[in-house]
């Protein structure tokens, strides 16, 4: 397999759109992204405009062509991730009643609570592998039954951004097994949606799309989109590709018994790809499908470097907050002892997903004394986020496991360092920051019988390797309890205090509607 084979990877994620086209090597020949906002406000709501995803889908692809200058003719295939977890209602003519629902959304709380009273849920979770919480369509479904039921009597399909996407360029309402099963409502064992999940939220199989393998192809982008897409050849294949996550653990190669990837972008993630489905007794994390006989099972937080932009706002410099350097910011650390002489924060700024499903929850400094500095709270940011990380990691851990990490925080020794340290595991940074993007070209390059498995033939070597420190391997140790603790302790006190902080809230918005 040589240079002249060029794919597409497309990552459909939740603050733009990424399109990357690779040799048959996995080597980036160009890439181009397009932005997007994502709609907020106080309610809970993260949502996004599905026409706008659409036309920076389109601007992507076309660019990145243009910017590779390459003969459209050349690219064999153009394959797709997206982000998790999203729901969109449509009509009969497939246009939008809803805005695409993000997995960031948790307006669906307090229906998900009263399903909770009114059934047992812990079986959906067998069966679907899908964490019971506010970021899953399975909840967002039951929302709009309660609280819309007029868009829910008008829904002809309800669908993800990949499939929106997908309808539109070629008409079908298809979406990959993959994504299905994150859903809440598919079940992977049985390959089919889960009557269980289907009969709680009260729909049918009908309104949902159908569901295909992550390398089906499409050809043939309909008439109302052939001159959009006008450095697309007529013969290009469409691949459907898979998940964002599972696909970013593909593209770094980490898809061996022993291989985790822990990622921090905004939010982050800890998963493995295993063959054998699994689920935790006490829900703790996904189990999802991949591609090729591949589960991955893992957990996604929401605190993340989300939490890292929080702190640098907060106890950055001038400096640091008007360039947004966050190596400098980082880099303060080095002025402190691993465990921020006692200083432990729980990083649950906006609730969590992994290990706990809860939006009732938030964060909290723990054990300041005056002799704590800047740089003890900074470190105590970053220790906060590899601890939660860390508990997630212990529900697959195996003391034979390294860890590749991504995002960009993988970017900063100092974090590849703790992580190697509180996970006690050697830390790998991969060849490359395209994790999503090429492993849904390796889809494309397996779709087209190019690659025999979902590993490319040339095997790169990492850009970096971190040994743990037994030094500060065992103070974390003796921390990493201490931090579990305080969380399990506070969870009543979290309760209560947000329960006040919505009183202000809802007292806030009735006196300005006087």
Not at 68 to 93: E, G, T
Not at 242 to 262: C, F, K, Q, R, W
Request: aromatic share 8%; net charge negative; glycine share 8%.
């Amino acid at each position: 397999m040589g240079s002249t084979v060029l794919v597409m990877g497309v990552d459909i994620g939740t603050t733009s759109t990424k399109a990357v086209i690779f040799d048959g090597n996995g080597e980036v020949v160009a890439r181009e992204s397009r932005g997007y906002p994502l709609l907020t406000d106080d309610s809970g709501m993260a949502e996004q405009e599905p026409r706008v995803i659409l036309d920076a889908v389109v601007a992507a692809i076309n660019a990145v062509i243009e910017t590779a200058a390459v003969d459209a003719k050349q690219l064999l295939a153009i394959s797709f991730s997206a982000a998790m977890h999203s729901l969109i209602a449509v009509d009969v003519d497939g246009e939008p009643l809803t805005n695409c629902i993000t997995w960031a959304d948790q307006r669906s709380g307090a229906a998900l609570e009263r399903r909770k009273r009114d059934f047992y849920l812990h079986q959906v979770y067998e069966k679907t592998g899908t964490p019971i919480h506010p970021m899953s369509p399975f909840a967002k479904l039951c929302w709009l039954q309660d609280d819309f039921p007029d868009v829910v009597a008008r829904t002809d399909k309800f669908i993800g951004i990949k499939t929106y996407v997908l309808h539109a360029l070629f008409g079908e309402y298809v979406v990959d097994e993959a994504s299905a099963s994150a859903s809440g409502l598919y079940n992977m064992l049985e390959h089919d949606w889960e009557p269980i999940a289907l009969d709680i939220t009260r729909i049918t199989a009908s309104q949902l799309p159908k569901v295909v393998g992550e390398s089906y192809q499409l050809r043939g982008v309909v008439s109302a989109w052939k001159e959009a897409l006008h450095v697309v050849a007529e013969n290009t294949i469409f691949v459907v590709g898979s998940s964002d996550g599972a696909l970013a653990n593909v593209g770094i190669g980490s898809v061996g018994e022993h291989d985790v990837t822990l990622t921090v972008g905004t939010s982050g993630a800890v998963r493995k790809l295993t063959q054998t489905y699994h689920v935790d007794d006490w829900q703790r994390t996904f189990c999802y499908g991949v591609a090729d006989g591949y589960f991955v099972q893992g957990g996604a937080v929401n605190n993340g470097g989300a939490v890292l932009a929080w702190g640098l706002e907060q106890f950055g410099t001038d400096a640091e907050r008007a360039t947004n350097d966050f190596t400098r910011f980082i880099d303060d650390i080095a002025q402190t002892e691993p465990g921020a002489n006692g200083l432990l924060f729980q990083p649950y700024l906006l609730g969590e997903r992994a290990p706990y499903w809860t939006d009732q929850i938030r964060g909290s400094f723990v054990g300041i004394t005056i002799n704590h500095t800047r740089a003890h709270f900074i470190r105590a940011i970053l220790e906060g986020i590899a601890f939660n990380l860390a508990h997630v990691y212990e529900v697959m851990s195996d003391p034979n496991d390294k860890i590749h990490v991504t995002g960009g925080l993988s970017q900063h020794p100092i974090w590849c360092q703790l992580v190697a340290d509180v996970f006690d595991r050697e830390v790998i940074v991969p060849h490359t920051i395209e994790g999503s993007s090429l492993g849904a070209a390796i889809i494309a390059l397996y779709s087209l019988d190019i690659l025999p498995t979902l590993e490319l033939p040339k095997k790169w070597p990492p850009s970096h390797v971190y040994q743990p420190n037994p030094e500060n391997v065992a103070i974390y140790k003796s921390l990493q309890p201490i931090f579990q603790q305080i969380t399990t302790q506070l969870m009543s006190s979290y309760e209560r205090l947000i329960d006040w902080q919505k009183s202000q809230l809802n007292g806030k918005i009735e006196r300005n509607n006087r």
